[in-house]
């Protein structure tokens, strides 16, 4: 397992996911508070990624150069900034704009019937 992670399951749990997964969550919202494009997500998620490795390496002795470490790393703080991302503009959509959205879902929200847009 450790050849896979680059570190122990204990540190990839508590690291990766519970500090970086936060960092991320909290990244999400703010991406989508802020109305920036979903490929900012990317983005910030391979930052993240970066700065896990890192402190992998320098505080648990892990791999640094672990390619799929790296890349298992930054998939899953990825997918909490995105999971994150989508339910705040899902909300941000539905509460900004009410006479035009319901919420359909945690991560959507759809037109409401009978709601047209001058144009």
Do not use: N
């Amino acid at each position: 397992m450790d050849g896979i992670l680059g570190t122990s399951p204990a540190v990839f749990v508590g690291l990766t996911i519970i500090l970086f997964g936060g960092c991320g969550f909290l990244t999400g919202q703010a991406l989508a508070e802020g109305w920036k494009p979903p490929f900012m997500v990317i983005a910030y998620s391979i930052l993240m990624g970066l700065g896990d490795r890192f402190l992998v390496f320098a505080l648990f002795g892990g791999q640094l150069l672990s390619l799929y470490g790296f890349v298992l790393h930054t998939l899953v703080i990825g997918a909490i900034t995105f999971v994150s991302y989508r339910m705040a503009l899902a909300r941000r959509m539905v509460s900004q704009y009410p006479w035009l959205y319901d919420r359909a879902g945690p991560f959507s929200w759809r037109e409401k019937i009978g709601a047209r847009v001058a144009g």
